[in-house]
């Protein structure tokens, strides 16, 4: 017996609806085993779990959100299963999309996936020699995956129009840097030459919106899947260029600036030959500095899920007082000191 | 009249230390918020030690401008400072350099570290 005020483990119950979800789609028989809780609570809960149906298995995962921010920059559970399945269908490597959960399985919002065996640590990806071959052709294969993403008629995921970021992703960053209520006088910088320095109206595509390593599982041979679909909307291509460009994502590998693992040049040469479009330095700089008032912002947020008790953490507490590395990178970079 | 010892930088130091003696103990999420603690402990002692003076030769640097960095930070926003950027800029860089001082000073590029 739980005392009336002490929660009961809610994991055994979602486990059964788990269950009884998996039978609705796959028949009375099928099964689960060697279930692992990958994250219980924040704002998802992942656990993985084999689907067996006689004497076939295959290892998926369990996706929940749990929690929702207020004012949030992530798009909801629904249109991420809708968005690999796009991305699927254009060759853009994603876990499979498997089903969504429905009112009558009782679990929220979420969705299962396939499980994709990798490597998904920077720390590894950059340096382990198990992953030189890996490094090697990365430059290639992410301008590819962006090239087919890009090559996605906008249309498919016109769902993401009411996006704020879909919309002005400037104006968006600063609708939520006012929400959180706290002044950055050396960030406003860079937010005002941004202003003053907007690239020509660029073609309009589907964007991941957060590609950058860390955020895809690598095997030896290279990319397996693209994670993280809740930052995507639409917009310009190069956004994708400036986000895995940005110095805060090569993990201390500044002197290679393509996800701390490649050079620009083989990059950019190989976007223009898989899409057919050129890639303009000056623009990719562009949203680099955005990216950096973007990656503020978002630790900003965290900051303030902090101090306003919505989400306590030394982490999150930590996130505050690591804003300004961020604005001095910026600073750096709009200088001309950092490339 | 000062309370007895120990003082509050000993203070935060005899936690940080403690908490970089478990550290190791922990796993998954305990051993990155403990972390996080010691970083966050760290700052607050570096920020008790340069603090006040960081302060002080802000508040001379900035007499010019607006007192309240809001008010500050809306008027870059609309563009009041554009025919002032040259002299704007490095004002505000030094400001950053002193908050990464605090933060984590090895951060900085070698043209900016004090040591």
């Known amino acids: 017996m739980n005392a009336p005020n002490s929660p009961a483990d809610p994991l055994p119950a979602i486990i059964e609806r788990l269950r009884l979800a998996v039978r609705r789609r796959f028949g009375e028989q099928a099964e689960l085993d060697r279930i692992d809780v990958a994250t219980l609570g924040g704002s998802n809960r992942t656990l993985l779990f084999d689907l067996v149906e006689g004497a076939s298995r295959r290892r998926l995962v369990f996706r929940q959100e749990t929690y929702t921010l207020p004012n949030s920059p992530f798009i909801a559970p629904h249109p991420q299963f809708k968005l690999l399945q796009i991305a699927q269908k254009h060759g853009v490597p994603v876990p499979e999309p498997v089903f969504e959960f429905a009112p009558e399985d009782e679990l929220d919002r979420g969705y299962v996936v396939g499980f994709v065996e990798g490597e998904t640590l920077p720390r590894r990806l950059l340096h382990d020699a198990k992953f030189a071959r890996a490094r090697e052709v990365f430059c290639v294969q992410a301008a590819e995956i962006l090239a087919r993403l890009h090559a996605a008629d906008p249309a498919e995921a016109a ?144 900051a303030h899920g902090h101090w306003s008790e919505e989400r306590r953490s030394p982490a999150f507490a930590a996130c505050g007082r690591n804003t300004c590395l961020i604005e001095y990178e910026m600073l750096m970079s709009l200088l001309g000191h950092y490339a | 009249m000062h309370r007895d010892a120990p003082e509050l930088p000993e203070i935060l130091r005899t936690v940080r230390e403690f908490i970089e003696e478990i550290t190791g103990r922990l796993n998954g999420q305990d051993r990155y918020h403990a972390m996080c603690a ?19 030769a802000e508040q001379a640097a900035f007499a010019h401008l607006p007192g309240d960095k809001a008010a500050l930070a809306a008027q870059i926003r609309s563009g009041g400072f554009d025919a002032q950027w040259d002299e704007l800029f490095p004002l505000m860089l030094n400001h950053v350099i002193n908050k990464v001082r605090i933060s984590k000073p090895e951060h900085l590029h070698p043209m900016h570290r004090a040591d």
């Open chain 1, 159 to 302: 769902f993401l129009e009411e996006t704020p970021d879909s919309q002005d992703p400037l104006a968006a960053q600063l609708a939520r840097l006012d929400y959180y209520g706290e002044a950055h006088p050396a960030l406003e910088l860079a937010v005002r030459w941004l202003e003053r320095h907007r690239p020509a109206a660029p073609r309009r595509v589907l964007l991941h919106g957060d590609f950058r390593v860390g955020n895809m599982i690598m095997g030896p041979d290279g990319i397996r899947a693209v994670l993280d679909w809740e930052c995507s909307h639409l917009g310009a291509p190069m956004e994708d260029f400036g986000w895995l460009c940005l110095r805060s994502w090569r993990f201390g590998n500044h002197d290679l600036p393509v996800g701390g693992i490649g050079l620009r040049e083989p990059f950019y040469a190989a976007y223009a030959a898989a899409s057919g479009q050129q890639v303009d330095a000056e623009e990719v700089r562009w949203w680099e500095i955005f990216g950096f008032v973007r990656w503020m912002v978002l630790n900003i947020m965290q």
């Open chain 2, 38 to 56: 010691n970083y966050l402990l760290a700052v607050a002692e570096r920020e008790l030690a340069q603090g006040p003076a960081v302060d002080a």
